[in-house]
């Protein structure tokens, strides 16, 4: 994913295996607000609105 910093992609990846802002936060040791930016950027950069869409946008083989 050479759109998105390596720190987006970490987020995107939890994202897509399902955890929560705050397991992702506690995870990556950040807060839930910087996880939150990095959603928000990364759907801004992905053209989506959603986590569902990013997730989808980004990893197309895992889409049902």
Request: glycine fraction near 8%; charge should be positive.
């Amino acid at each position: 994913m050479p759109w998105l910093t390596s720190r987006q992609e970490d987020v995107l990846r939890l994202l897509a295996a399902g955890h929560t802002n705050a397991q992702i936060a506690r995870q990556l040791g950040i807060s839930e607000g910087t996880v939150g930016t990095h959603l928000e950027n990364i759907h801004e950069r992905l053209g989506v609105s959603s986590r569902t869409a990013a997730v989808t946008r980004a990893f197309p083989d895992r889409a049902a």
